[in-house]
């Protein structure tokens, strides 16, 4: 090439015309979206990384893995849970594998829909460890996605939308439940859906009612609301996986028509209480309870469908000749003394085995070695050890002279927790003093998971159950960092020292993390190693 032609370059080489104004417009909505994506992409695709490596070790039935993975394979095969032979453990985990499930039913305390979940990864990958944790992994790895997109639209950040999903990766309780066949990892999954659906339905009320130029938002109707109606399905799943998502649902259900009567009153209205008393209240109620309703009664459909000559699920046919109901009250209101025999004699079998199941999951009070008491639950008081084996020196991999020890403990990341009952009083503080409503909803979701766990001082209970908590606990912990990183327009001194403390804070919470991760997957680490991690006696 020529001095001239460096010099001056041709005409075909110059900068190309800028794109028209639309054309720009659309890229940078492309690129808007595309950025509200990638990292809770990342975030998530990590989050699975730790939840499907070595997904089938241990080969053994973890804790209650002995009851639901079993139930969900005799779904599949008869539509209802039938009993097993004391053996069954054994012959499951056998080579050759042998399967001895019966037709006899077996009383089972919980409702079905989990194990239906569960049961799709049986019917992929059989029955086997990874078979029946597949399901648990996958959507423990899809609610770090949406916590990401769920951050996003209620902080209006996608990086602190990032932060609570990447605190929600790393933390340990999450990631045990992600990796073992019970029920409260799929709950969790159906609650925070629910939580993202009714986000949603906000944001389109609140884009209706902006549009109101009278500034009356007493008439106002707001029609079909198909998010409210998507939060009350899911939230129908969450009580069909377990009985407790009964109260989540009240809890949610307050919450929007709360935000009814807010957006409202912002849009002019004069009297907002009444307004959303007279025209939302009503149709929030049949959107999100009647909703649930129906799919917690069609969560029963094996068990319904089952009565063909004579047998089926426990209790099927107990209404058979029989025209009343049993009990007689509910939640110890008598009922009427009449014939019921109007009413399907499936539906009336339902109600009979309900109540044995209410009586059963209220009045369990056997001592159990890892039971805690719900004050000890936000800080990590009590673990439960689902998993425990004692190498020797020479066996699996253990080269230590004292021997070592393989353990999977259902205990949050500490410091996670920890920071997280100081966010908690940051969120009650921001909501009380500042009405913030972003801190409301993450603590109306904490009152509604947490609290009701108290009215069970008696019961044996476990704080694996807070996992259902955990995204929320993230979110608090995320608008707190949010805080500590400074305000929009802050000096840049003022962002740099905020940055440094929120980054050191998430930095510990992921060191932590992987101090105690060999006690989250089994890993066989010397016995010196693990009495280390023994921070306090309660946990072992």
């Known amino acids: ?54 997904l089938g070790y ?19 095969r008869q539509g209802y ?11 499951v985990l056998a080579v050759p594998q042998h399967i001895p499930l019966t037709s006899a039913p077996e009383f089972i305390a919980h409702p079905p829909l989990g194990k239906w979940v569960m049961a799709i990864g049986e019917q992929l990958f059989g029955l086997h460890p990874f078979g029946w944790r597949f399901m648990t992994a996958l959507l423990g790895t899809v609610t770090v996605l949406m916590l990401a997109r769920i951050g996003r639209r209620l902080f209006g950040s996608t990086l602190i939308g990032c932060t609570a999903a990447l605190l929600m990766a790393v933390d340990g309780l999450q990631l045990v439940m992600s990796r073992v066949g019970l029920l409260d990892g799929i709950q969790m999954f159906f609650v925070l859906a629910a939580f993202g659906s009714l986000l949603i339905d906000r944001d389109h009320v609140r884009a209706r009612l902006a ?32 009985w407790n998502g009964a109260m989540i649902l009240a809890a949610f259900g307050l919450l929007t028509v709360l935000w009814d009567q807010s957006g409202r009153r912002g ?26 309703l129906v799919v917690y009664v069609g969560a029963w459909a094996g068990w319904l469908a089952s009565g063909g000559n004579g047998e089926g699920g426990y209790d099927r046919h107990w209404a058979d000749g029989r025209p009343g109901l049993s009990p007689d009250t509910f939640l110890g209101v008598p009922l009427p003394q ?40 936000l800080v990590v008081g009590r673990p439960v050890s689902m998993y425990w084996e004692q190498v020797p020196n020479g066996q699996h991999g253990c080269t230590a002279t004292g021997g070592c020890a393989s353990q999977i403990l259902g205990l949050g990341t500490p410091l996670l ?8 009083v940051y969120l009650l503080w921001r909501w009380f003093f500042r009405r913030d409503w972003r801190s409301g909803a993450v603590l109306c979701a904490v009152a509604g998971i947490y609290l009701p766990w108290f009215q069970y ?81 309660s946990w072992i």
């Open 1 to 54: 090439m020529t001095q001239a032609a460096l010099t001056h370059p041709p005409a075909a080489q110059a900068p190309a015309p800028a794109a028209p104004a639309p054309a720009r417009g659309r890229l940078l909505r492309l690129s808007a979206d595309w950025s509200g994506w990638l990292g809770p992409i990342g975030v998530a695709l990590f989050a699975g990384l730790l939840r499907f490596w070595n």
């Open 58 to 76: 241990p080969n053994a039935f973890v804790f209650d893995e002995t009851y639901y993975p079993k139930d969900a394979w005799s779904l599949l």
């Open 81 to 91: 849970e039938g009993s097993w032979p004391d053996h069954a453990n054994a012959d």
């Open 211 to 242: 549009g109101i130029t009278d500034g009356d938002g007493d008439r106002v109707r707001l029609g079909l609301r198909p998010w409210r109606i998507a939060a009350g399905v899911l939230l129908g799943a969450a009580c069909a996986v377990k």
């Open 267 to 292: 849009a002019g209205a004069r009297r907002p209480w009444r307004s959303m008393l007279r025209r939302d209240a009503v149709p929030a109620f049949l959107a999100m309870v009647g909703s649930a």
């Open 338 to 377: 009449v014939s019921m025999s109007w009413v399907p004699a499936p539906l009336r079998s339902l109600w009979h085995y309900h109540s044995q199941m209410y009586d059963f999951n209220t009045g369990l009070s056997t001592p159990h070695t890892y039971q805690s008491n719900p004050f000890s639950w």
């Open 417 to 424: 927790w920890w920071t997280a009952c100081f966010a908690l």
């Open 457 to 537: 001082q008696e019961r044996t209970v476990f704080s694996f159950y807070m996992v259902v908590l955990v995204p929320f606990l993230c979110l608090a912990v995320a608008q707190m960092l949010g805080a500590i990183l400074g305000p929009a327009g802050c000096s840049p001194e003022r962002r740099r020292i905020g940055a440094a403390g929120a980054g050191l804070i998430v930095l510990a919470i992921v060191a932590c993390f992987a101090f105690f991760y060999p006690l989250y997957t089994a890993e066989v680490i010397p016995m010196t190693s693990w009495q280390d991690r023994m921070w306090f006696t």
